[in-house]
Antibody
Framework: EVRLVQSGAEVKKPGESMRISCKGS????????IAWVRQMPGKGLEWMGI????????RYSPSFQGQVTISADKSISTAYLQWNYLRASDTAMYYC?????????????WGQGTQVTVSS | SYVLTQQPSVSVAPGQTARVTCEGD??????VHWYQQKAGQAPVVVIY???DRPSGIPERFSGSNSGNTATLTISGVEAGDEADYYC???????????FGGGTRLTVL
């Protein structure tokens, strides 16, 4: 069974750094792109970026380029989303999602989401 | 950047047909995927490649895509279909994934 399990909810202060994780299981982690998707409170889905764990090839949405870092540790089948400087506007639910085998395909499995709250 | 436009809301009575549209420039040349997101849950794909259904998704869900509009059609709407629906494409020109703004389906 394919599963993406994300790390737990976080509460941080502005200016702090943070990394959240997404662990894949039930499939060959290195063979499928993993994306991160933001959902701000009461708003829609926003694609942040995507990474291929096999070679760490990473692509970012222009809206998030330079704001976050997407990485992975293929030895433990885990992808990460990292911030060096959090802002209140980073408060949101963050999902990881697996891209089905073709690059133009859909996201076939999603993590359960990680709620991030940034507040002083 | 490529933009997908969805109507904010659609309301239908149980048993009726709901049509959720997704507009984009020449979207008919792209492969459109549709996701259902129920309150408090992660999204789930209900249609991919314009019209294909994943296993476990009822036949009541169907999709089409032509010209500047893609459409998700839900026939015989049930109370359990109440959710937000998002269209999504890969824009090859920019190599970016794009989501529509979402449509809230209310079952009256």
């Amino acid at each position: 069974e394919v599963r993406l399990v994300q790390s737990g909810a976080e509460v941080k202060k502005p200016g702090e750094s943070m990394r959240i994780s997404c662990k894949g299981s039930g499939y060959r982690f290195t063979n499928f792109w993993i994306a991160w998707v933001r959902q701000m409170p009461g708003k829609g889905l926003e694609w942040m970026g995507i990474l291929y764990p096999g070679d760490s090839d990473t692509r970012y949405s222009p809206s998030f380029q330079g704001q976050v870092t997407i990485s992975a540790d293929k030895s433990i089948s885990t992808a990460y989303l990292q911030w060096n400087y959090l802002r209140a506007s980073d408060t949101a639910m963050y999902y990881c999602a697996r891209l089905q085998v073709n690059y133009y395909s859909h996201f076939d499995y999603w993590g359960q989401g990680t709620q991030v709250t940034v507040s002083s | 950047s490529y933009v997908l436009t969805q109507q904010p809301s659609v309301s239908v009575a149980p048993g009726q047909t709901a049509r959720v549209t997704c507009e984009g420039d020449n979207i008919g040349t792209k492969r459109v995927h549709w996701y259902q997101q129920k309150a408090g849950q992660a999204p789930v794909v209900v249609i991919y490649y314009d019209r294909d259904r994943p296993s476990g998704i009822p036949e009541r869900f169907s999709g089409s895509n032509s010209g500047n509009t893609a459409t998700l059609t839900i026939s015989g709407v049930e109370a359990g279909d109440e959710a937000d629906y998002y269209c999504q494409v890969w824009d090859s020109g920019s190599d970016h994934r794009v989501f529509g703004g979402g449509t809230r389906l209310t079952v009256l």
